[in-house]
């Protein structure tokens, strides 16, 4: 019904920036909101932040808030998500994930979303 590819990962110094795309196919009105998470190599999957897709309203983990940000071109159904100031500890494979219903919380669990992209490798290194 919806299917979710991200793209746009890659290796970069501390500091730099590197913008992620999540491009949206199939029954894309069905998306309610659309999240970005990350796992680290032996660690579980982490929210980074979401977007709101009808009202537009953004939602951050404190550990990216102020360096990460997320936008969208509903014409192009894509989300993106700029990183900002990066730091070794960001280094994460990164997924975007639909939610097909709406809910009211901060769409911040695993739980919360029903379809998810392959995931891209994003690589800091000190």
């Known amino acids: 019904q919806v299917q979710l590819v991200e793209s746009g990962g890659g290796l970069v110094q501390a500091g730099g920036s590197l913008r992620l795309s999540c491009a949206a196919s199939?029954?894309?009105?069905?998306?309610?909101?659309l999240g970005w998470f990350r796992q680290a190599p032996g660690k579980e999957r982490e929210f980074v932040g979401r977007?709101?897709?009808?009202?537009?309203?953004?939602y951050y983990a404190d550990s990216v808030k102020g360096r990460f940000t997320i936008s969208t071109d509903n014409a192009k159904d894509t989300v993106y998500l700029q990183m900002n100031s990066l730091k070794p500890e960001d280094t994460a494979v990164y997924s975007c994930?639909?939610?097909?219903?709406?809910?009211?919380?901060?769409?911040?669990?695993?739980?919360?979303?029903?379809?998810w992209g392959q995931g891209t490798q994003v690589t800091v290194s000190s």
């Open positions: 994930a639909a939610a097909l219903s709406d809910f009211s919380g901060t769409a911040s669990r695993v739980d919360d979303y029903d379809v």
């Open positions: 199939g029954r894309t009105y069905k998306i309610y909101t």
């Open positions: 977007l709101r897709r009808i009202i537009g309203t953004t």
